[in-house]
């Protein structure tokens, strides 16, 4: 009976060498995914970019940009950005039709986005509209 439970012993004790072993190489598995989910942080938050599309009376900006597009600029415009959010800020003297097309835009250049925000600006005393 002595001699089973010295045997016993020792295959107890390597199989807890062995699985110290697994531990330890598990703990190196884990620093190895943890930094590689660190390193694709970044890319991800890139993804998640808000752009503001400033609906004016017959044309359209994006962003901080100067440069006023038309229908057919913003389409390319927008399938050229990589973005998650979308601002529509309107101006007093958008007409409908300039409206719509900024939706139809952002529709075909990125259809699934996770949030679309209407903002009105401007107002009939403030701005003289061209097309009134």
Request: charged letters at 20%; one cysteine or more.
């Amino acid at each position: 009976m002595c001699i089973r439970q010295r045997n016993h012993n020792k295959a107890s004790q390597r199989d807890s060498q062995t699985a110290g072993g697994v531990i330890r190489h598990g703990g190196f598995m884990r620093s190895i995914l943890g930094l590689t989910l660190l390193l694709l942080m970044p890319f991800t938050a890139i993804a998640d970019e808000a752009i503001t599309i400033y609906v004016k009376e017959s044309n359209y900006l994006i962003s901080n940009s100067k440069t006023e597009l038309t229908f057919a600029e913003l389409k390319k415009k927008l399938k050229s950005l990589n973005f998650s959010t979308v601002l529509i800020d309107v101006d007093y003297c958008a007409e409908p039709e300039t409206l719509a097309n900024a939706y139809l835009a952002i529709s075909n250049a990125k259809p699934t986005l996770k949030d679309i925000k209407l903002n009105l600006s401007g107002s009939h005393e403030e701005s003289m509209c061209k097309n009134v």
